[in-house]
């Protein structure tokens, strides 16, 4: 009988199964395994073959490991069963025991399944990838990019804490934060996070600060945050505090997508994700994802339990057959014709001015360049871009309107939609759309200009795109 004795990072009082009061019955040996047979030995990917770039790595994922075995398989099956057969009750009440168990090695131990809710492989083997390109300590992922930075907030605050939030943020995130986050009583300081001096201020006030908050690029000013000065300012904060009062740092990965930036590798504590986007890459599913400490990851499946917002295995498998083995190749190319989009959005009469951090007109373009690399070290500035039409504030938004019915009623390559990040390219006008939300005399200081425009590359023929472009505009 083995005694479980652990003090989870977060709500271990509030946890369905009060596991550090209970005992093993059966099972667990020092050398793993719960009572199943032991499963080949297999170390990851990463481990196994660590000569192999990320790149190469993303396509070839774990096929073996205590939690799955396909061996054979060539492309992964999509698992689907709601639930699973228990030998017997003793060992239904091992794998409630087992899980979100900070004790239990998932790395080298076989998990029993009981739920979809709780755990499955198809999902696992998603994880174990996202966890791998991001360099995070665990990867839990959830129905949407939406329930990803609910969870994430969701462990760390609690009624009386602080969340700070850079002022421009995903419109979603900014009703989350300020419709629902204060009937929770956890309040909501939007800042600006660009300016150091001011975050280190409100810590320095502020010891009910729990999380940092931003996005960078940021949706959709194309603002950049300084991740590797940002990590620095909450480190010392964060090393002060008893650890369940440390701040935490988040950001909002999803412009970007690992492959052009990784906010752990500058500091930060967690990543979270639209899968939604260019990660899942063809429009096909939604999918959110949170990656940071192991720490946290007993909190974020309970959460996850809890609040329900799984991602399905269905919905699990196109990112990781498809999504994450074209993830590079899409981001080149969408870079390449993004550059050509950009400098020809640039020189046009009708266009004021392109946001765009590879152009070296971008305000925070040597900030880009530090912090926006690809796995090889190559300049990764993403593929979305914003600009903003040429003429008085008074008629800008109108001419923006007509612009998007132009291209909404004559353009093949361009398309009127929200989302980003797939192949498809996409225009939008995040006043009136995505950002919606935040009311219109916010949006100007979030950086939100009433005739800016969205732009998400996809992977027609730079050509085309441009072509189609310059149509509407001189129709304007
Ligand atoms: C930056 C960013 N974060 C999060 C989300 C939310 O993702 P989802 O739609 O998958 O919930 C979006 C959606 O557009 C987004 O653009």
Not at 22 to 38: M, N
Not at 284 to 290: C, L, W
Request: aromatic share 8%; charged share 20%; with cysteine.
């Amino acid at each position: 009988m083995v005694e479980i004795s652990y003090e989870a990072f977060g709500n271990k009082d509030q946890a369905l199964f009060p596991r550090a009061t209970q005992s093993r019955t059966t099972g667990l040996t020092e050398s793993g395994g719960s009572g199943l047979d032991p499963q080949p030995e297999e170390k990851s990917v990463d481990e196994k073959f660590p000569k192999y770039s990320p790149e190469t790595r993303l396509i070839h994922g774990k096929m073996v490991s205590p939690h799955w075995n396909y061996r054979d398989h060539i492309v992964p099956p999509i698992s689907a069963s709601a639930s699973y057969r228990l030998e017997s009750a003793a060992r239904g009440a091992e794998g409630f025991l087992e899980f979100a168990n900070p004790e239990f090695n998932h790395d080298t131990q076989s998990p029993i399944y009981i739920y979809d809710r709780l755990d499955e492989p198809s999902r696992g083997m998603l994880e174990e990838r996202l966890q791998a390109a991001e360099g995070g300590g665990t990867c839990v992922t959830f129905s949407t990019g939406m329930a990803a930075i609910s969870a994430a907030l969701g462990v760390l605050l609690k009624a009386g804490d602080t969340l700070v939030s850079h002022r421009t943020v995903y419109g979603c995130s900014y009703s989350l934060f300020t419709n629902w986050y204060p009937r929770l009583g956890i309040r909501v300081i939007f800042a600006d996070l660009t300016d150091i001096d001011s975050l280190t201020r409100l810590l320095e006030e502020d010891s009910s600060i729990m999380a940092v908050y931003g996005e960078t690029p940021c949706n959709p000013s194309l603002e950049l945050l300084d991740l590797q000065a940002i990590a620095a300012a909450v480190r010392p904060f964060a090393d002060a505090r008893p650890p369940r009062r440390r701040p935490f740092t988040i950001i909002d990965n999803t412009f970007a997508t690992p492959y052009c930036q990784r906010p752990l590798e500058h500091g930060i504590d967690i990543a979270v994700h639209s899968l939604t986007k260019n990660i899942g890459g063809f429009g096909t599913d939604m999918g959110g994802a949170v990656i940071g400490p192991k720490l946290l990851e007993p909190d974020l499946l309970l959460y996850r339990k809890d609040f329900g917002g799984v991602l399905s295995p269905k919905a699990a498998w196109p990112p990781l057959v498809y999504g994450l083995p074209t993830l590079a190749l899409r981001c080149r190319q969408q870079m390449d014709l993004t550059h050509q989009v950009a400098v020809f959005l640039e020189q046009h009469p009708a266009v004021d001015r392109v946001i765009y951090p590879g152009l070296p007109s971008h305000p925070q373009h040597e900030l880009a360049q530090r912090q926006m690399r690809d796995f090889d070290g190559g300049f990764a500035p993403g593929s979305l871009l914003c600009f903003v039409l040429a003429g008085e504030a008074a008629e800008v938004k109108e001419r923006g309107a007509r612009f998007m019915d132009l291209l909404a009623q004559q353009a093949l390559t361009i398309t009127l939609a929200v989302s980003l990040g797939q192949i498809r390219t996409l225009i939008e006008h995040p006043a009136s759309m995505t950002h919606a939300p935040v009311p219109a005399e916010n949006q100007l200081a979030a950086g939100i200009e009433p005739g800016s425009i969205r732009l998400s590359i996809g992977l027609e023929k730079a050509e085309d795109i441009i072509a189609d472009l310059e149509k509407a505009l001189s129709q304007l």
